[in-house]
């Protein structure tokens, strides 16, 4: 098709803006890159049977998740705001945070708590009542390899060091099954939260907007997320800090917290 002079002008006018467009959007995005911007954690929203979650996708081998356990002074951090004002007084701002495994009255973890590589609490493979003794349970852990969950009576085997490791139970999913003792037409329904693991260098931790059953919240990890293992981290207490969705959640005092400060 042939055009006249000034409509072959006003399309290669148009071609130039486009492309000088694309090149602002390509030079921003590189810029963002160089300046650090590119955020942390991938904040995605899914559903399971009709229930909205909130996911929060962390690359490990790019970003050093922490266990936040207690102050200098022994104190547990209990809340966000607490933790967030902790890290700025030592250079740091609190990106992402969420309640890492259940704990006692004194905010102590029931089971394993490792801070950069350091045990603060021991392994716990006794018997009793309550989400964390329904086993199989499990551990969420960091190593050089990358994230893992293991089963907990299988933790002591594992050859490499932990830099980081909470546990809580039960175990969402096991090698690629959901936990025996869930039912699809569950009435218990709760906040809850947990964290699964696709592969070595991901590790997703999830929290539910609505109340879920666990039945739901494991198939969720399984089914969507192509998790194989995943790990029930609390109930009640399911709370997130994410800046970037300008969310600081406050329910009732924590105990261990995972989260990620730069």
Not at 137 to 158: R, W
Request: net charge positive; glycine share 8%.
């Amino acid at each position: 098709m042939n055009h006249s002079p000034q409509l072959k002008f006003g399309l290669e006018k148009i071609s130039s803006i486009v492309w000088y467009g694309k090149r602002l959007l390509a030079l921003g995005f590189a810029w963002s890159v160089v300046n650090g911007n590119v955020s942390a954690v991938e904040f995605t929203k899914e559903e399971i049977a009709g229930k909205s979650v909130t996911v929060c996708r962390v690359d490990v081998r790019k970003e050093r998740l922490q266990l936040f356990y207690r102050d200098e002074a022994g104190q547990p951090f209990r809340r966000f705001d607490r933790l967030a004002s902790w890290l700025q007084s030592h250079g740091k701002k609190l990106v992402f945070a969420m309640n890492a495994g259940m704990y006692h009255g004194d905010l102590s973890a029931v089971g394993l708590a490792v801070v950069d590589g350091q045990q603060r609490s021991p392994l716990n493979t006794a018997n009793g009542q309550g989400n964390f003794f329904l086993k199989p349970n499990g551990v969420f852990s960091i190593t050089e390899s990358g994230a893992q969950i293991v089963e907990s009576s299988e933790y002591p085997k594992l050859r490499e060091r932990s830099v980081l490791a909470t546990q809580s139970g039960p175990i969402l999913v096991w090698n690629g099954r959901i936990h025996p003792a869930f039912s699809p037409n569950s009435e218990s329904r709760l906040f809850r939260n947990g964290v699964g693991v696709p592969s070595p260098g991901i590790a997703i931790f999830v929290i539910s907007d609505v109340p879920v059953n666990f039945y739901e919240f494991a198939e969720l990890f399984r089914d969507k997320l192509h998790c194989r293992n995943a790990l029930f981290l609390d109930g009640t207490v399911s709370s997130l800090y994410a800046e970037e969705l300008k969310r600081n959640d406050f329910r009732m005092d924590l105990g261990p917290i995972i989260g990620l400060a730069n």
